[in-house]
């Protein structure tokens, strides 16, 4: 049974930095695709950043050059590095991963609050 377990979210000013990270067991963490989403009060969940098995990543326009996520493979860990955060940001962080057949698996979630 595959399990994802995010943490370091938290409360945080505007302008500040956080780091997120998502361990997984159950699965061969290297052979998979590798998501963020999260999902604000009231809103859709949306996706924030994806990283492929071979590292290739990808980001929604409202975090470019502030998020960046990364994978340690050794680990069975997923980054989410987010700097000069904004109220907008506040949300449930939610990790994804996606294995080569594409059956998906979500994490729990993990709260991160902005204050401006």
């Not at 290297?30 to 949306?46: D, F, I, T, V």
């Not at 996706?47 to 470019?64: E, F, H, L, P, R």
């Not at 050059?65 to 997923?78: C, E, P, Q, Y």
Request: glycine content about 12%.
């Amino acid at each position: 049974q595959v399990q994802l377990v995010e943490s370091g979210g938290g409360l945080v000013q505007a302008g500040g930095s956080l780091r997120l990270s998502c361990v997984a067991s159950g699965t061969i963490f290297s052979l998979n695709a590798m998501c963020w989403y999260r999902q604000a009060p009231g809103k859709k969940r949306e996706v924030v950043a994806s990283i492929t098995s071979g590292g290739s990543t990808n980001y929604a326009d409202s975090v470019k050059g502030r998020f960046t996520i990364s994978r340690d493979n050794a680990r069975s860990t997923v980054y989410l590095q987010m700097i000069d955060l904004k109220p907008e940001d506040t949300a449930v962080y939610y990790c994804y991963s996606v294995r080569p057949s594409l059956r998906g698996d979500w994490g729990q979630g993990t709260q991160v609050t902005v204050s401006s």
